[in-house]
């Protein structure tokens, strides 16, 4: 509301001032300077928190494991400045202690939810807004729930001897590929990362390379699951968890829009089928888009040859003349998508 405030400074100062538009008495709703001067510095102090709450709304992001390194980034950003009025300087105080009141960063909970996802995104894992003693704190209460979660037989699942005996009911041979990557040495990789202690498994995963900051952590727990197996099942039942109820209230929101008063009449089963279909249009229109895409690979892979020249085929065509034949038939699907 105060940024919109701010946005119409001019016309409100203008339509309050005319005296054709407005009475004498209306004078008085205007703003003095210093209070528009205020209202300016507190929207520039809010801005890091629309930031913030933006992330944490998002649907389709892991936003759990970003609390506590937004809340290091906002303590720090909304810190007092030498310049600032004072009311400026008590509203940034009352944020600061609010914030560490409410997300309890003073003192701070070493084994508290937020930090623990943080510590399992390959983004935030080496915690740098901790002190090195809650650090360690973390890894040991992590190290905890990989024992938990460890179950008899996991390992065994990877080990030597189980992948032996499925070789030895398998009537089919192994692929060229897959032997290709046998002796590469991925597969001995993955039994080797059965065979670590749950403190070896998350030095090794704290020693590897983190993730970029725009990457997506899920996707790189499902490509690096087989490699941290005890990891991997705390990360899954850690970094799902919604940070913010926004998701399920515009379900909510959208179901009052279809269920109207004009639509009293509508089955519960039709209702569900609108807000599922609402709900996962992006889903299903990248998977049309990818069996598309597919589609037309296919078709220039599979096109037939003849003995003669592509040239001689299409005379006509610049494209085929330049040697763009197929990059042109992908262009023109990529239209069609």
């Known amino acids: 509301m105060l940024a919109r405030l701010n946005l119409l400074h001019q016309p409100i100062v203008s339509v309050l001032s005319d ?12 703003l003095s300077a210093a209070q528009w001067a205020l209202a ?16 944490f709304s998002a ?25 600032d009025l004072l009311p400026i300087t008590r509203f ?21 939810l937020a930090i623990m996802a943080s510590a399992l995104d390959p983004r935030f894992k080496n915690v740098a807004f901790l002190q090195p003693a809650d650090v ?3 890894r040991a209460n992590l190290t905890k729930l990989m024992e938990i979660k460890e179950k008899p037989g996991t390992a065994a699942a990877a080990s030597p001897s189980s992948s032996t005996s499925t070789d030895e009911h398998s009537t089919t041979e192994p692929s060229p590929k ?6 590469m040495g991925v597969d001995a990789e993955k039994v080797e990362a059965a065979k670590e202690s749950p403190e070896e498994e998350l030095q090794r995963f ?27 099942e705390v990360a899954k039942g850690i970094l799902c968890i919604p940070v913010s109820s926004t998701s399920a209230e515009r379900v909510f ?35 049309e888009q990818l069996s598309t895409d597919s589609q037309s690979t296919v078709f220039v892979d599979s096109e037939p040859k003849e003995s003669a020249t592509a040239e001689e085929q299409h005379p006509a065509d610049p494209d085929f003349a330049s040697g763009h034949g197929t990059a042109s038939v992908f262009e023109e699907s990529w239209e069609d998508i």
């Open 136 to 138: 360690s704190a973390v």
């Open 92 to 112: 940034k105080e009352t944020l600061q202690s609010q914030l560490k009141r409410r997300f309890q960063l003073e003192p701070l909970n070493a084994t508290s």
């Open 178 to 183: 897959r032997s290709l990557w046998d002796l």
């Open 40 to 55: 300016e510095d507190i929207c520039k102090a809010l801005e890091p928190f629309e930031v913030a709450t933006t992330v």
């Open 59 to 83: 649907e389709f992001n892991v936003s759990v494991s970003c609390v506590m390194p937004i809340m290091a980034g906002l303590t720090k950003t909304i810190k007092h400045v030498d310049d």
């Open 19 to 30: 005296k054709n538009v407005s009475k004498r008495d209306d004078l008085r709703l205007d």
């Open 253 to 287: 929101s959208y179901c009052g829009i279809i269920a109207s008063h004009q639509r009293a009449a509508i089955k519960p089963e039709n209702v569900d089928a609108l807000v599922f279909l609402n709900r996962n249009t992006s889903t299903l229109f990248n998977m």
């Open 206 to 232: 704290v020693a590897a390379e983190s993730l970029q900051r725009d990457g997506d952590p899920l996707a790189w727990w499902k490509a690096k699951e087989e490699y941290y197996p005890r990891l991997a």
